[in-house]
């Protein structure tokens, strides 16, 4: 007897056989049962999920001997036949074929005989989509209207193509595209009725091979038996189907999160051997940060259908989100770029080698050593530009830029208020009596424009967050000071708005409340989080994260009470930062521990929102004061926009910061 394949030895013989597809199959068995049926059924799904097989089993359970029933029994004639595909009133037609209008006019015209054997006259008409459309013309009457012992079974893998004619006569059921973990499961049953030894992991690589198909499934396990010599190992069946096993992509992965160059290097040498379609491999490493992202997202969200749910949960925790984005991000971007790579190898290893280079806190940020060196020439070249200009005007005049003083002299001032923090170290004993000279500037101030308020403005502003709070040392004013003033030439900084102030008959004592509040913090040496916390250099993630939490300290225990929604995002890696710069500030015996809770109002995130609330209703404040700005709304029935008003204070802190 010659050997028959899986696929047609294992064909489902009854409806419990059938693998998934229990939404079709419920659907049948109760109108069996019931003896609700419909003249004509619709079978529509991808190749390989059980179309003909259902339509089959339909002509048994409506030709058994028993009686029409879900369950028939096997053993009789008609079910026999039937099953041996030898069944008179069972006509099988491909339409692929047979699409002519001749050809449906000869089965329309057969359609009028009764049955020879069975109960029903049962069609199975295979891809009927590749009927013409005269075909389907001269069908559609007798689909609509057949004879009491007719039954018409249509199966298609494309629905899209038939006419709404034909799909409104017909009862249509869709059936599903296999997942990995049916086809894995039902393989296992194969092998062990079959008795042939398998590894496991072989059977996840033929089933995502399959591609949602059975069928395909069983023929390529065929093959892989014949590729193992009656067995099947998982190395047997990459090597057959010229993809890597998971435990390669597995290994792939714990080199990205240890950070081992070498490693990686060598498992992607190591897999090139077996020529892989490195597409198809970027392809699982972006499901597989896919399901890591979701897992940490919403823990106990990753399935088994891939076979790999201990991996994916492992790697939750051992990835942060950040470095998971990043790896998704790059197989995404790296797969793209495949088609336009000289070599698939070399985009393959640029892609991997950019998830290593690029992470998050990755000290390949640096540049190499040959670009330091370049680069601390660049800066001693920097220092040595500003040099000839130390008679320019003071960089306050950014705040306060005279309208009629040298329209050509505004440039070179901005140009030395962006450079002026780099050098300051450099220049400071040098330009002591020159810059003191150019400093109080009165022709710039007494100018009626109302442009001479910025500093004031500013000191109010100061002085607002000042009562706020009832404290001082807020970083953004300590960068303000370091943008109007060098610290040299502090004291003529204070003096330049003396006059101005005798001149204002409003806020008289404001000016001295910055210069008075501005060494504060560096006078009492005492830290306040939510004061003090950029002071500590938290960046990225774990500083959003840390800003958002309330400390308090117990002796060598640093407590932080972050809320819930935060804390879920706070791995590891964020943790060790918070931890490095807390011993940096308070010394290496401090240590962490983190708690969750109401954080309440004392975070640095909502100390920073309440002062730029602060800043903003205190610009607002003083643009509708403005004598100027009133001027001109009464003179011209103009309205300002609030909602474009900025603090100046921002400003000042952007150029100090470039």
């Avoid at 491909?94 to 069609?123: C, F, H, I, W």
């Avoid at 009927?131 to 389907?136: A, P």
């Avoid at 007798?142 to 006419?163: G, I, N, R, S, Y």
């Avoid at 640095?604 to 929102?609: K, S």
Wanted: net charge negative.
């Amino acid at each position: 007897m010659s050997y028959q394949v899986l696929a047609r030895k294992w064909r489902p013989r009854t409806f419990e056989d059938m693998v998934g597809q229990e939404h079709v199959l419920q659907a049948l068995i109760h109108a069996l049962e019931n003896q609700r049926l419909h003249h004509a059924y619709l079978f529509t799904g991808t190749r390989g999920v059980g179309k003909t097989t259902i339509g089959r089993l339909l002509a048994r359970c409506l030709n058994c001997e028993t009686g029409i029933t879900p369950r028939p029994c096997g053993t009789c004639s008609s079910c026999v036949e039937i099953q041996e595909g030898r069944f008179v009133d069972l006509i099988e037609i491909d339409a692929a074929s047979r699409t002519g209008v001749d050809d449906m006019r000869e089965l329309t015209d057969n359609v009028q005989y009764a049955p020879s054997r069975g109960r029903y006259k049962v069609y199975l008409i295979d891809e009927v989509h590749m009927l013409t459309n005269q075909s389907f013309n001269a069908f559609l009457k007798t689909l609509e209207e057949p004879p009491e012992h007719v039954k018409f079974l249509l199966a298609t893998t494309d629905p899209q193509k038939l006419p709404v004619t034909v799909l409104s006569r017909c009862l249509q059921f869709n059936l599903k595209r296999m997942t990995p973990e049916h086809i894995a499961g039902h393989l296992t049953n194969v092998l062990t009725a079959e008795n042939i030894p398998f590894e496991e992991p072989a059977l996840w690589l033929l089933a995502r091979a399959a591609d949602g198909s059975m069928r395909d499934a069983l023929s390529l396990t065929d093959q892989a038996i014949a590729f193992g010599n009656q067995k099947l190992s998982a190395s047997d069946v990459s090597s057959m189907l010229g993809t890597i096993d998971q435990r390669d992509i597995e290994r792939i992965v714990n080199a990205l999160v240890e950070r081992d160059g070498p490693a990686l290097l060598a498992e992607i040498s190591r897999i090139s051997d077996f020529a892989p379609d490195y597409s198809i491999i970027l392809a699982d490493l972006l499901s597989l940060f896919h399901r890591v992202t979701m897992e940490q997202v919403v823990p106990g969200s990753a399935d088994n259908a891939l076979g790999d749910a201990a991996q994916v949960q492992s790697l939750a925790r051992k990835l942060s989100a950040e470095d998971a984005q990043l790896f998704y991000q790059a197989a995404l971007i790296g797969r793209k770029d495949l088609a336009i790579t000289p070599d698939a190898r070399m985009g393959f290893e640029m892609t991997l080698l950019r998830m290593l280079a690029f992470r998050p806190g990755s000290d390949r940020r640096a540049p190499p050593p040959a670009a330091s060196n370049a680069g601390s020439a660049a800066e001693g070249g920097a220092r040595d530009e500003p040099e000839p200009a130390p008679a320019a005007p003071a960089p306050t005049s950014i705040e306060q830029p005279a309208p009629e003083a040298g329209k050509q002299d505004e440039v070179p001032w901005i140009a030395e208020a962006e450079s002026k923090p780099e050098p300051a170290d450099a220049v400071e004993p040098v330009p002591e009596p020159e810059m003191a000279a150019p400093e109080p500037a009165p022709a710039q101030e007494e100018e009626p424009h109302g442009y001479a308020e910025a500093p004031t403005d500013d000191a109010w502003l100061a002085s607002l967050d000042a009562q706020a709070e009832s404290q001082v040392g807020y970083p953004e004013p300590a960068a303000d000071a370091a943008t109007s003033s060098d610290p040299g030439v502090a004291p003529e900084a204070e003096a330049a708005p003396q006059p101005e102030i005798a001149a204002e008959p409003a806020p008289t004592e404001t000016p001295t409340a910055p210069v008075q509040n501005a060494p504060a913090p560096v006078a009492d040496g005492e830290f306040v989080w939510e004061r003090d916390f950029r002071s500590l250099g938290i960046v990225g993630m774990p500083g959003n994260l840390a800003s958002n939490g309330a400390m308090s300290r117990s002796g060598d225990t640093i407590t932080l009470l972050i809320d819930a929604g935060h804390a879920r995002l706070l791995n590891a890696r964020h943790e060790e930062k918070i931890l490095a710069a807390l011993r940096n500030h308070f010394g290496d015996a401090i240590q962490l521990k983190i708690e969750q809770g109401d954080p309440g109002p004392n975070t640095p995130a909502a100390y920073e929102e309440r002062q730029r609330v602060l800043r903003q209703s205190a610009a607002v404040e003083s643009i509708r004061n403005d004598p100027l700005v009133q001027s001109i709304v009464e003179r011209f029935e103009a309205r300002v926009v609030e909602e474009s008003i900025r603090p100046t204070k921002d400003r000042s802190t952007e150029t100090s910061r470039r």
